[in-house]
Structures are given as structure tokens and as C-alpha cells.
């Protein structure tokens, strides 16, 4: 069966490993440049060209979409193909039963699709290490790695949505009976999984932290204002470099969430143009203004998760992702023997 | 003699409807066994059930001994020739050979080898390019290469020219002769089944008309034509399959084991083909009351 599966998957295995090896040259070629830039003393950040941070978005791109083709064409045919030519006609009637006929296909198949998307996460978590969230000395950054932007394109976590993303187009190949369907359902699903999971699931796989910020000069991140100029909200930024902000408001000495006091939009004026977030560097001295809010009882209430939980978080996602994956391929075992 | 296929109140339901319904079915081994009927009798799914691709909803089936599809041991002693001949098209006829060879350890290679020979394919042709008749032998080759206690194929000339049709059944035929194996196969072609069937199951409207080996069944079934008269005057060892009746004849088919002494009645012996025909035109009971339904 394991000849079968391989003589099947053969093909398209071969176009996708051959895609990885590219990818992966491509981003050996560049990586001693990227190590000579960081060791100068001007700010990595700023030294990158254009096509390096073409390079570095086309990684997450890359990661970011494999998981889901992958499912589509290779999870989604996987039964639904045969379904559709009536070949399980043949192979259900040789001497190996539905069962392990189907075992020895998903396996393979998730095996050969999580090493192509784990080798080519290697090497891109690789290459963009130096990387992530990285700032200029000016303006400008590149997400951290704990960032939605980041996070699940790094390390493990791909690898879990791939294997996710396979049984995915499995289990709806098997339901819909239709390759075509399935793999655009696959897709579908996908994109609202990606989305939703760092949006809703992802916050809360850890209990998040939360601090209180004194407002300074050091700790503002930026300071932004409505239509009218008027300020509105203050951002801080948070305690370490890459720690991932969920959720930040300016409270009250009594911690109760307010609103910024009247005489605030006087003290930072002249406010910066309609709109626009006023960066830190940019900004007017405010200090004074700052020390008044800290006096007056005034903080910043930050909820986030910690640089240090990505490993945590990491592992986490992937446990979640799993445990989907075997939910779902236990459906596709027991439909499957539903099937005629 | 044992029974390769034991069917007991065996039924199927697809949502509301009955495919197969109450069938009951004691064949027996060593024999080339044609089921019969017309299109939607329900013979698909009556050997669907055999094999295993389906689940009865009522009823058992028991084939070569055990419940269909159950293990990989039952699944080796029987071979299955779907309907239409399903082939993985790109793979190329050495591959399906290489693809049998590995999923069941009965496989006889020199068989497969041989009968591709035989047949003129070239083995490196991928299977999407074979003619339908082609296609038809090389999912035959499989079925017979993994060496079945049973053979079953459902439809397996229906899309064939009558050449190719010819070819196959001399084959399967040959085969049979070789390798001491049952067969079960399933045509709405009477005349198809015709030379290769000893025994016939002909199947109507999802239930089972008549079983039993066509010797027997040709040596009880005759067709009685005289002036037309009552069916239900006729001595009790008469069981009328059909009758049709014009102004002063009545033509019927009958079975009965004993000879007929009317002497108004002219006796004809019947061909297998009239003899299913008349089963599939049977005066049934319950089409009889649909019918008045339907008058109503």
C-alpha cells in the first residue's frame, strides 16, 4: 500500500520539495550579507534594502499559505478522487481492508506534506531570525516574532497546520465525495481558521499578563488622536522588545478605565496632523504633560503575552492543532467505512 | 457442497426505497452463476453487499464463509470486477500488475504476465489510454491474478462491443476451466449469460423470482399455448410464471416437475432467454394491485 500511496502522491511531492530546495537556496544565497549587516553598529533595520524586506514578507506569505494548499491538493483528492473515478472500487477489493488502506495513505501523505512544510519553516525561521523585530533607529520595524504576523509561520507551529490543513481536505473529500468542492472548502476553512485562531484562540491558550505602566517619556509609544486632533488614546510600549500587546487602556488611580483628562489635549498641543499617529521620535516634548497624568493617579493598563511564552505558545497551538487533526481523521476512519 | 454466497432476509434501503428486499439465496460453489434482471432490479447493490462495499440494512450475507469486506483474509478469497471497469488512468498496466502484486498475497504473477501477453498490451501503456475492452481485461486480469475462492463481476460486457464481449467471456470462461473458481455475474443481457451460466438467480423489482441451475430450470419451465381459459383452472402442480391471452388463446409459461395430460394444450420446451423473460413480465401480486392503484 505504501507503493501505491507513493506512486500516487509521487508527482506532486516531487513539485513541492523541488519548490522548498528553491526557496531554501534562495534564502542561503542572502544569508551572509544579512550577518554582515549585523554586525556593524548602525541599526540592522536600516540597512536592509527593499528586496530584503520583499524576501522577509515572501517567507510569512510562503508559510502562511503552504498549510492551506497543501490540504487542498493533496488532503482534499485524497479519497475524494477515488471516489470520484470509482478506483475505491478496485483497491477496496484487493486483499487490504478500507481501514488500513486508508491509515497507510493518510500517513504517508501527512508525513511527506509536515516535512516539506517543516523543512521549509526551518529554513525560513532561519534566515529571518536576525530578523524579527527588528527597529530602525528612526521609524520603521519588522514584527516580532510572537506578533499574529510572525507566530505562526515560526519553528513548529506551521508544521501543525499543515498536518491540521491535510486532514482537514481529508475528512471533506470523504463527506462532499468531490475533489473540487473539497479543496475550495478546504481553502475557505483554512483562511477563517488562520484568521480566527490568532484573533480568539491564540490570546487565551496561556492566561495572558497584565501590567500597569507609568505614563513617561520612556514608555510612550504613541499618542493617538480623533478627526479633530484631539488626543484620544495613549500606547505604550511594552516592558520588553517583543512582547505581544493584546490589549492596552489608560486607567484611573482607582483602575477604572477613563478617559484622558480634559486638560491633556492643551498641554501635548500642538496636536500632530488629522488623523496620523504621532511616532514617538516625532512627537513634541511632552514630559511635563506626562508627569502631570502620574501625578494625578493616572496609568497604563497593558495585557500581554510575554516574549519569553513564544516556545509555550508554540507548543500550545500545535497540541490544539493536533488534537483537531485526530478528531477529524477519526471521522474520515468511521465515514469512510460508510462509504460505497 | 458448500455455498459461496448465503444470502437470509438480506435487504437494502436507500432512504425510503427498497433496492434489495428480502433475498434469499443459497449458492452453491464451483458453479458460473448469471444474476439477472432488468436495469434497477437491484443487482448492483445485491453485489455490493457480497463484496462488501455496503452494509445491508437488514438481513445477512455470508461469502466463502464469512461476512464480506471483514478482513483482509475474507477480502483475498473474493475477487470483485466493478461495474465499468474501474482503473487508476495514469497508471500504466505494469503498475496496476505491481499494484495487485502488492496488496494481495495470493497474487499469481506468471497468470497476470501471461494474460497480458496474451492480449497484445504493451505493459509501460498508462490504463486511461486503453479501449474499453482493454480496460474490461486488465480489471479482469486483477480479479483472476489474486486467485478468489469467488469471482464477481457486476455488468462487466455491458459497455463493450459484442467482439470485445465475446473475448471477455471466452476468457473468463477459459479461466474458470483453469483455476476451479466460482463466479457470480450480473447482466440485464440474458444472451450474454446465456453460454457461460449454469446456475441463474433472476432478480425482479429488488426480490429474487427464481434460483437454481438452469438445466433444472429449462427441464421445469415450459410454454403451454391453447384456447384461452382460466389460469386458475389449471392443476395445483402448475404455477403460472405468465400468461398473456388474446380473444380465443391463452400462451403461458409455466413450472412444474410433472408432464401436462391436458391434451388441448400444445407444449413448447423454452429458450433461457424466454424463460427469464417471462419471470421479468411475471403476473406479481403486488404490481397486479398497483396497477388498480394507479386505475383508481
Same mark, same amino acid.
Given at each position: ?101 486508508? #491509515? ?45 504576523? #510572525? ?143 502620574? #501625578? ?19 507548543? #500550545? ?24 | ?155 462487466? &460486457? ?37 453460454? &457461460? ?100
Amino acid at each position: 500500500m505504501t507503493w501505491l500511496t507513493w506512486r500516487q502522491l509521487r508527482a506532486q511531492a516531487t513539485a513541492v520539495y523541488a519548490a522548498v530546495l528553491a526557496l531554501a537556496v534562495v534564502l542561503a544565497v542572502t544569508v551572509p550579507r544579512l550577518t554582515r549587516l549585523g554586525q556593524g553598529q548602525v541599526s540592522l533595520f536600516d540597512q536592509l534594502t527593499r528586496s530584503d524586506r520583499n524576501l522577509y514578507y515572501a517567507g510569512i506569505v510562503v508559510l502562511a499559505l503552504a498549510p492551506a494548499v497543501i490540504g487542498a491538493f493533496w488532503g482534499a483528492p485524497l479519497v475524494a478522487r477515488e471516489l470520484e473515478a470509482g478506483t475505491h472500487r478496485l483497491v477496496w477489493n484487493q486483499s487490504i481492508t478500507r481501514t488500513r488502506w486508508l #491509515a497507510t495513505k493518510l500517513v504517508l501523505t501527512l508525513l511527506c506534506a509536515a516535512i516539506a512544510v517543516g523543512l521549509l519553516s526551518l529554513a525560513v525561521t532561519w534566515w529571518s531570525a536576525p530578523l524579527d523585530g527588528v527597529t530602525g533607529s528612526q521609524r520603521g520595524s519588522l514584527p516580532s516574532r510572537l506578533t499574529p504576523i #510572525a507566530f505562526s509561520m515560526r519553528d513548529l507551529v506551521p508544521v501543525a497546520y499543515t498536518v491540521f490543513s491535510v486532514s482537514l481536505g481529508t475528512a471533506l473529500g470523504v463527506l462532499l465525495r468531490r475533489a473540487l468542492p473539497a479543496m475550495a472548502l478546504t481553502l475557505a476553512v483554512m483562511a477563517f481558521v488562520q484568521i480566527a485562531v490568532p484573533l480568539w484562540v491564540r490570546p487565551h491558550l496561556l492566561p495572558p499578563t497584565s501590567q500597569l505602566v507609568v505614563l513617561g517619556r520612556d514608555t510612550l509609544d504613541s499618542i493617538m488622536a480623533d478627526d479633530t486632533g484631539t488626543p484620544v488614546r495613549i500606547g505604550v510600549r511594552p516592558a520588553h522588545r517583543g512582547d505581544w500587546v493584546l490589549s492596552q487602556q489608560t486607567v484611573d488611580s482607582a483602575g477604572r478605565a477613563v478617559a484622558l483628562p480634559s486638560w491633556f489635549n492643551s498641554c501635548v498641543a500642538p496636536p500632530p496632523p488629522v488623523g496620523v499617529a504621532s511616532q514617538r521620535s516625532e512627537a513634541p516634548d511632552v514630559s511635563g504633560c506626562f508627569s502631570r497624568l502620574t #501625578a494625578e493617579g493616572y496609568q497604563q493598563h497593558v495585557v500581554y503575552q510575554p516574549v519569553s511564552r513564544f516556545w509555550p505558545l508554540q507548543w #500550545a497551538e500545535t497540541a490544539l492543532l493536533l488534537v483537531l487533526s485526530a478528531l477529524l481523521a477519526v471521522f474520515t476512519f468511521r465515514w469512510t467505512r460508510r462509504l460505497s | 457442497m458448500t455455498a459461496v454466497v448465503r444470502a437470509e432476509g438480506l435487504g437494502k434501503r436507500y432512504g425510503r426505497r427498497w433496492a434489495l428486499h428480502d433475498c434469499t439465496l443459497d449458492i452453491p460453489s464451483g458453479h458460473v452463476t448469471g444474476l439477472v434482471g432488468p436495469n434497477g432490479a437491484g443487482k448492483t447493490t445485491l453485489l455490493s453487499l457480497a463484496v462488501g462495499m455496503q452494509a445491508p440494512t437488514t438481513g445477512s450475507i455470508e461469502v466463502c464463509g464469512g461476512r464480506p469486506a471483514a478482513s483482509a483474509e475474507q477480502l483475498a478469497k473474493v475477487g470483485f470486477v466493478a461495474q465499468d471497469t474501474p482503473t487508476y488512468a495514469r497508471l500504466s498496466i505494469a503498475e496496476h500488475l505491481e499494484l495487485g502484486a502488492r496488496l494481495n498475497p495470493r497474487w499469481d504473477h506468471q497468470l497476470a504476465r501471461d494474460r497480458v501477453d496474451r492480449l497484445g498490451l504493451d505493459p509501460k501503456q498508462r490504463a486511461g489510454k486503453l479501449s474499453g475492452g482493454q480496460r474490461a481485461q486488465l480489471a479482469l486480469t486483477l480479479g483472476l491474478a489474486k486467485r478468489p475462492e469467488l469471482l464477481i463481476l457486476d455488468e462487466p &460486457v455491458a459497455s463493450l462491443d459484442p467482439l470485445a464481449r465475446r473475448e471477455f467471456l471466452q476468457t473468463l470462461m477459459e479461466a474458470v476451466a483453469e483455476y476451479e473458481l466460482s463466479v457470480l455475474l450480473s447482466s440485464h443481457v440474458v444472451s450474454d449469460l446465456e453460454r &457461460v451460466c449454469d446456475h441463474l438467480v433472476v432478480l425482479v423489482d429488488s426480490e429474487v423470482r427464481v434460483e437454481g441451475e438452469v438445466e433444472d430450470l429449462l427441464a421445469t419451465h415450459i410454454r403451454l399455448t391453447g384456447p384461452l381459459r382460466d389460469v386458475h383452472a389449471l392443476p395445483s402442480d402448475q404455477h403460472v410464471v405468465s400468461a398473456s391471452h388474446t380473444d380465443r388463446q391463452s400462451t403461458l409459461v409455466v413450472r412444474t416437475s410433472s408432464a401436462v395430460l391436458d391434451p388441448s394444450w400444445s407444449v413448447t420446451a423454452l429458450g433461457l432467454e424466454d424463460l427469464v423473460l417471462a419471470y421479468m413480465q411475471a403476473p406479481d401480486e403486488s404490481r397486479a394491485s398497483r396497477a388498480l392503484e394507479v386505475l383508481r
